[in-house]
């Protein structure tokens, strides 16, 4: 018979005795049942007792967690978290230089644990060890020449349990002192600093920067960009990735006046070529976060031309007409006439001969083109550029299209407003940076005005795609598809360089873009006759039964999902995949990412599929509701979903990115019983379908299949026939 669900096995350590094999009753209070541990080895005050994993992580169990144990799990019998917090929180103020490194070690370790965390809160720990990074150091400091490595440890140990501490969202960072601050900046302004104080310095810096904006002001006064530059230009990767996310921080709790002088600074600095040579050109293979920080840092850089992206031309403004009057003349190659030159109407009549020859939409007055927003002046901006930086292919292109018919010419002007426009789109200016997201382009770095010059190579692309095209003015939304399609083909490659993204727009001609989607075509042939149709129903169940049991298979395999944190680089992860039999989903935390798949004995947790509710996603999902910044995030929300189950609980994912979002939540629906949804399950079907439905008429091959059956014969007169089988 097999024993009570409510009954556990496990084994219970005690340091100095044999394990103790016990079977523990949940339903028992966990106070009880230390007290019958204690009794067993004749321990008293057992309320000064706790037990804890006796694994990697020595957690704590709780009320909270103790659903967690399994059976087999091993415990051990220890000192209670607030006897613990207490015992500790006496030792780091040791005078013995010995025992509050240890102490200090043991705090920096035990800190993870939440349970453990709220005691020495609670004893005022976080204020005694901010104390000691202000003043209690500096007594040592004195020793550092003789006792270099003690003192780097003992600093980091602090800064370690400090950032461990805080980590859980128990203290409001916005309560530490100037103090703390400037001694914080100090270990990051130092040239030689130990590695270890460096990274959590740098950390600390980054959370107080994004969680209050009266700490970013502080922050901002202590750290200067030259001196986070000098820790990019070593070659420890770790280090190089939170000095980009300190900058980072600081550009993005930046004052939107203020950005642009900071951008500026940073280009004084030569922040750019540094990381291109420094990071992005390495030897060294760029890990997941540093690609994260890399793409941050492009989204923020570009989001800098939202300004310009969404003002509007003032047709009044003179400054702002004499770009119009320069696109003209470097066209051209006229200088303005004086005023008493000819009549009014014979200028009014050559301005708009030239500025029809420009492509602008509105002959008379080009500024009117500048007002819609966006692109708004910062098309005319990239076109100032193009002209001045580019000034041979501008005249070319200009000159080209204004000598031919009225109908075959590429206008300049509509075609740069509606290309950056475009470009914009591609690049998602104006936009937040995603949580998830490594996409960044290495050859946005190779280049101080890299979206100037962008712009440049696209329009030169565009006035040759509209020449292969042979296109007329009713095709200039035809020609931009294909310039779109063009630029984000090429960009999916990931070109290393500006040079490398021109060759490679060269080799995708409008002939080669006819050539893919062809091919993209036939492979998605669409059959529309009526016995394909019939016969396309017909094999729709089985297609959709096969792709319901890829995605439970895939669920048996598990997926390694991130927890998001303020702290980003200290990654968490936690598994789940779903039991062989697909009746439980068995999930826990993880210490690192795993290799392969996690056996299902090492997670703690599980979760019956009966008792599943609904699966919601996007902002339906509570943890989404609750974070107030991942509610801006488009990304985020495109990839979050959570299990509501029993009285209102729930688990909440975040997947690693589109694909893994829409197995998950196809697999989950499919447990339900209900339809799957997912772009990916409409992207398998499509292919399923054609790949079965070729094979399936593969010997129809080249044979017209008929609208309509053919018509069933007459009965014969008699049916006094014999087919002779012999």
């Known amino acids: 018979m097999p024993p009570p669900a409510d009954i556990v096995k496990v084994a219970i350590e005690w340091p100095g005795a044999f394990p103790k ?11 009880a049942i230390i007290k019958e541990v204690c009794e067993g080895w004749s321990l008293g005050n057992h309320e000064n007792f706790a037990l804890q994993n006796a694994d990697v992580t020595n957690f704590y169990i709780t009320e909270k967690n103790r659903n967690d144990i399994k059976n087999g799990s091993i415990l051990r019998l220890t000192t209670s978290p607030s006897q613990r917090a ?17 102490a200090l070690k043991d705090l920096a370790n035990s800190s993870r644990d939440i349970t453990f965390a709220q005691e020495f809160i609670n004893l005022d720990g976080i204020s005694l060890l901010t104390q000691m990074v202000e003043s209690g150091t500096e007594r040592y400091q004195k020793l550092q020449k003789i006792m270099k490595p003690c003192f780097g440890d003992l600093l980091s140990f602090t800064l370690t ?29 130092k040239s030689a600093m130990d590695t270890a104080v460096l990274q959590r310095s740098l950390a600390i810096l980054e959370s107080m920067v994004l969680n209050s904006q009266d700490l970013y002001q502080k922050v901002a006064q202590e750290i200067t960009i030259g001196q986070l530059i000098p820790h990019l230009q070593g070659t420890d990767q770790d280090i190089q990735t939170y000095t980009i996310a300190v900058i980072n921080a600081l550009f993005l709790k930046a004052p939107e006046e203020k950005r642009q ?3 500026h600074i940073l280009a004084q600095k030569q922040l750019r070529s540094i990381i291109l040579s420094n990071v992005i050109r390495s030897t060294k293979p760029i890990n997941d976060e540093m690609a994260h920080q890399l793409y941050v840092l492009q989204v923020l850089t570009f989001n800098l031309l939202e300004d310009r992206m969404m003002t509007k031309m003032d047709p009044q403004d003179q400054a702002q007409r004499d770009i119009i009057f320069e696109l003209r003349r470097i066209a051209f190659d006229v200088e303005c006439e004086p005023n008493n030159s000819g009549s009014i109407e014979k200028r009014k009549s050559m301005y708009t001969r030239d500025y029809k020859k420009l492509g602008f939409i509105n002959h008379v007055n080009p500024a009117v083109d500048f007002t819609q ?17 580019h000034q041979d292919a501008y005249i070319r292109i200009v000159l080209e299209n204004s000598s031919r018919e009225d109908k075959h010419e590429c206008p300049f002007g509509r075609s740069s407003i509606e290309l950056t426009k475009m470009l914009c789109e591609i690049l998602k200016v104006g936009e937040l940076p995603s949580e998830n997201c490594h996409d960044f382009h290495p050859m946005f770095f190779t280049h101080d005005r890299s979206f100037e010059e962008f712009f440049c190579i696209c329009i030169q692309l565009l006035n040759k795609t509209w020449k292969e095209m042979r296109a007329t003015s009713e095709d200039f939304n035809k020609v931009m598809q294909v310039v779109r399609e ?15 993204f021109k060759s490679r727009l060269q080799n995708l001609s409008y002939t080669e873009i006819l050539k893919i989607r062809q091919s993209e075509r036939m492979n998605q042939e669409d059959f529309q006759s009526r016995p394909i149709l019939e016969l396309r129903e017909k094999i729709q169940p089985e297609i959709m039964e096969l792709i319901k049991q890829q995605r439970l298979n ?19 992860f936690w598994y789940c995949r779903l039991s062989p039999n697909h009746k439980v989903l068995h999930y826990g935390d993880l210490e690192e990412s795993p290799q392969g798949e996690v056996p299902h004995d090492s997670l703690q947790d599980k979760l019956p599929v009966a008792d599943i509710k609904a699966v919601v996603t996007g902002k339906d999902c509570p943890h989404m509701k609750e974070k107030g910044a991942l509610k801006q995030n488009k990304e985020v929300l495109e990839l979050a979903f959570s299990v509501l189950y029993e009285s209102d609980e729930y688990l909440n994912f975040i997947a690693p990115d589109k ?13 339900l019983g209900k339809e799957m949804t997912s772009d990916y399950t409409k992207s398998d079907m499509e292919t399923l379908i054609s790949m079965e439905m070729k094979l399936r008429l593969l010997d129809l091959e080249n044979i017209q299949i008929p609208e309509a059956p053919p018509p069933i014969p007459k009965e014969p007169s008699n049916y006094d026939f014999v087919y002779d089988c012999n």
């Open 86 to 102: 207490a015992l500790l929180h006496e030792q780091i103020q040791s005078s013995s230089m010995d025992a509050k490194l240890e």
């Open 261 to 263: 002088e900071m951008a």
């Open 554 to 572: 895939r669920l048996c395999e598990g997926t390694c999902f991130r927890k998001i944190s303020s702290r980003r680089r200290q990654d968490k």
């Open 21 to 31: 094999l016990m079977e523990i009753d949940q339903k028992k209070p966990l106070s």
């Open 659 to 671: 694909h893994e979002y829409c197995v998950w939540t196809d697999g989950l629906n499919a447990l």
């Open 373 to 389: 927003i966006p692109p708004g002046m910062l098309a005319l901006d990239n076109m100032l550029y193009f002209a001045r930086h």
């Open 161 to 189: 349990a400090f950032v461990e501490l805080m980590d859980h969202g128990i203290v409001s960072w916005d309560t530490f002192s100037v103090a703390f601050i400037k001694k914080i900046a100090s270990y990051v302004n």
């Open 486 to 500: 063009q630029i984000m083909r090429a960009l999916t490659l990931k070109p290393n360089s500006l040079d490398q």
